[in-house]
């Protein structure tokens, strides 16, 4: 790679994503087709690759912490219905020994 390509390369990557097409549709890299502008073109798609990869990276990211989270939660809630029944059979102790007593008799 000479230093002419290093130097597009260099002023894409410096660039944001819409700064470099703007650069590149308004010829700033060389008339349509041509050496330089096919390479600053194709150093903007490496570079909106990189940056879609981070952005999807970045959503998994989330995606599984909201996932965790939702399990937690739901263990939680099963905690808390189990604390429910054992409260609630607590609370009715001699409702049930006496209903269960008169099943015994």
Known sequence: MNRAEQEIINQIDSMSIKEARDAIANGQFGD???PNQNLALFRLIIKESSSR???E????????SQASAAWRAARYAMYAAIVAIV????SNQEVIISSVSMFIR
């Open 32 to 34: 349509f087709d041509s």
């Open 53 to 55: 990869d981070e952005r």
């Open 57 to 64: 990276e970045e959503n998994l990211s989330i995606a599984r």
């Open 87 to 90: 409260a609630l059979i607590i």
